[in-house]
């Protein structure tokens, strides 16, 4: 497919963040870049990249996400028409999920309102790719869970290189209240060498934002009081490159 698409965009951070979180409810990942397979967007889609590489809870992956003015039933409509069959459909909340299969990959399209236009991912999955990197993902989490205090378990993790620096995007749950919480994650990012810097505290819904540096290094971590006393806390890390197997 080589229909073009206009220039894309780079994202914020925050939208980079958001699209982690979307991300990792989905099942999809991808291969190295010179064997993709190009996806066609629909006429008038704004490009933004996600990641060169992702690993999203063992599936390693490559994102491309799109913004319409046309509305999201209309977007679907056209990947039925484009994508060809066969075609699975699922839905997801507001959400609507195109998947097929393009030879050894595995493509995943998903469509939902954003305004009066919509918003969209487009990923691709090397099958053989992800069979091969599932024991080295369950290494990476071991290690980071061998590093959280008692009560602090990993729901996800989020890998990516993008122009030449790498992130991770961790969402944890812990058992303890928040301030015990707060304290926990500054410790945990001082061994590590960084510089605790602002923090922001947010009364209602209970909640602090904590900013870290390191030379060469930056981290943010976002905790949320919740029920029954557990804290939800998402970190996102970004700096040097190393590369994502």
Request: glycine share 10%; charged share 15%.
């Amino acid at each position: 497919m080589s229909r073009m698409s206009k220039p894309r965009k780079r994202m914020t951070g925050m939208q980079h963040m958001s699209c982690m979180l979307l991300i990792s409810s989905a099942t999809c990942a991808a291969a190295p870049a010179a064997a993709w397979p190009q996806v066609a967007l629909p006429p008038g889609a704004q490009t933004f990249d996600v990641g060169q590489q992702l690993l999203v809870n063992g599936l390693p992956m490559q994102v491309k996400g799109f913004l319409s003015p046309e509305p999201a039933a209309r977007l679907v409509d056209w990947f039925r028409a484009s994508l060809g069959s066969p075609l699975v459909e699922n839905r997801r909340g507001p959400s609507t999920i195109l998947g097929r299969a393009e030879g050894t990959y595995y493509l995943t399209v998903q469509i939902e309102p954003a305004g009066s236009g919509a918003r969209g991912l487009v990923a691709l999955t090397d099958v053989p790719r992800m069979m091969a990197s599932h024991g080295e993902t369950r290494a990476e989490e071991a290690r980071w869970q061998a590093r959280l205090p008692a009560g602090m378990r990993i729901l996800s993790l989020v890998r990516a290189l993008d122009g030449g620096r790498t992130s991770e995007h961790l969402v944890l749950q812990s058992t303890g209240p928040l301030a015990s919480s707060r304290h926990a994650v500054t410790r945990l990012f001082q061994h590590d060498g960084y510089t605790p810097g602002r923090i922001v505290i947010s009364p209602a819904p209970p909640g602090a934002t904590l900013y870290f540096q390191a030379p060469g290094r930056e981290a943010m971590a976002v905790l949320t009081g919740g029920d029954a006393g557990l804290t939800g806390i998402v970190l996102s890390i970004a700096g040097r490159t190393r590369v994502l197997r």
